[in-house]
């Protein structure tokens, strides 16, 4: 390209990095109140669960011959406990410290994730639009099907390219030139599979994210990074250039060969350092997991970071999914489940004790960390250590399950709106005496029409002569603002009454069942998993 030409794109770059856009305001929050945690002591009950876990991580790292590690665990968006052992250099013994910098790998993912969305936020692109707008050496791919879509941002975003899975390949790319990958790419790249049918990890794909970002920007992927992402939330330690770090605060990264630790030299930021190239400390990536973290749950205060809260959360729903995988291990052959897939620059999972479950993994030669937090309970974990390929996935596990046994790590309770505790108490007083003009009231036009009025009275009548009299005095759970169950006591039994509200302003009851309760019956949903 002739220098005319490339003056013309960093203008036009420029131009396109600078928001002009204007949003509209958001609508009013209306009767919506956000979940919240019903313990206020949860912080300091979880932190009973600290020694135990400082146990776990040492003693992983002992016997996985770990040089120097790093972790923290993160309670309500504030690093509530750090942790550290060994060395961050082996020939001087020097100790791994709270500031010291490790290499996190594909961690970095997410942040370049968060750079497209910022960038699709301020009205620079879309994530259905064709990647080769913005990167012309991909126009010339050879697509594997003649009804394959032309490749988009969002199927980079969510693994979904069918570009073949390449960590091995992926982990020394990370100093090529950004002439070198450009000719790469314009040799053309193979698919395993047509783009938006199948979850494959691409490291090359987040590398040309890296490209669109630098690209659609018109600044260099780490300068729009720093500027625009990592300076806002105070990340000042984050770099993508280890040679950049102060020599005392860089932990080496080493592997374990013919019984020693041989040092691996440290790979230089290039055109793939969008896809792995990110050093941090334990304090910054405390800060961007916090940030990842305080999107939850949807509220109405003033937002506070580079990216809208509603980015935020996009970014940590399930786009591409993998297939699930059911297991029984230990020695009583307990069930695990592991289903999900990936959001953008992040695993996104449930299990059989957390319905929703974030993380990323990252390795290189030399390091290896891992971060991973649950949105509804605002609790996560963050560790690395600088051993190739250091894998966290257990030793987090057992962490959580620390946490678990406290019984203080529990999500937040739906808040239910003014209009279904006001629906709540019309049902209630209609099952101890049922009311036609209460009927009528509390009900949405469909309720009597899939079974008549008549008919609801008689059942009814018929449960409360079987359980005796009965009184308001049950726990009332809401599955969320419109949607909610309870317990009424009686001299026989109990009843459980559940309701949904229709989406009417007033909304009134479209769903209403009354039956019943079991001896042990408890509200709330089922186990994800059977216990056997």
Known sequence: MRRSALSRLAVLGAFLACDTTVESP???????????????????????????????????????????????????????????????????????????????????????ALAILKLRDGGKLSLDDPAERYVPELAGLAYPTADSPRLTIRHLLSHSAGF?????????????????????????????????????YSNYGFAILGRIVANVSGQPYAR??????????????TTMEAASVPPERLAHGYRWEDDTWKLEPPLPDGAFGAMGGMLTSIHDLGRWVAFL???YPPRSDPETGPVKRSSVREMQQLWRSRPSRVTRAGADGAISLFSGGYGYGLGVTQTCLFNHVVAH??????????????????????????????????????????LSSTGALRPREPA????????RDAVTRLVLRWDDALADSVAAMNLYLDTSEERRQRTIEALLREVGECA??????AENALRGE??????????????????????????????????DEVLGPPPACPTN
Not at 164 to 183: F, I, K, S, V
Not at 366 to 387: E, T
């Open 26 to 112: 958001a609508p009013p929050a209306g009767d919506y109140q956000p979940a919240r945690f019903a313990d206020p002591d949860r912080a300091t009950r979880l932190a009973a669960a600290f020694p135990g876990i400082d146990s776990i991580f040492r003693e992983f790292a002992g016997s996985n011959r770990v040089p120097g590690i790093g972790y923290a665990i993160l309670v309500d968006g504030r690093l509530a406990h750090i942790g550290m052992a060994g060395v961050r250099d082996v020939p001087s013994n020097a100790p791994v410290e709270s500031t010291t910098v490790f290499r996190i790998a594909s961690m970095t993912k997410s942040f370049t």
């Open 164 to 200: 073949p899975e390449d960590n091995p390949w992926g982990d020394q790319q990370l100093d090529r030139t950004d002439d070198e990958m450009a000719a790469m790419m314009r040799r053309g790249i193979p698919f395993s599979n047509p783009p938006g049918t199948a979850y494959e």
């Open 224 to 237: 729009y990074l720093r500027e625009q992402i990592l300076e806002p939330l105070g990340m000042t330690v």
């Open 293 to 295: 973290l305080d999107a």
């Open 361 to 402: 993994s990252g390795g290189l030669p030399g390091y290896g960390s891992q971060m991973r937090w649950l949105p509804d309970y605002g609790v996560g974990i963050i560790a690395m250590g600088n051993l190739t390929y250091t894998g966290w996935g257990n030793v987090i596990t057992q962490a959580f399950d620390r």
């Open 416 to 423: 239910p709106s003014a209009a279904l505790l006001s629906a």
């Open 472 to 477: 308001d005095d049950g726990p009332f759970v």
């Open 486 to 519: 309870w317990m009424m006591r009686c001299t026989r039994g109990r009843l459980r009454v559940s309701i949904t509200l229709a989406p009417t302003v007033p909304p009134g009851v479209q769903y209403l069942n009354v039956r019943r309760a079991g001896p």
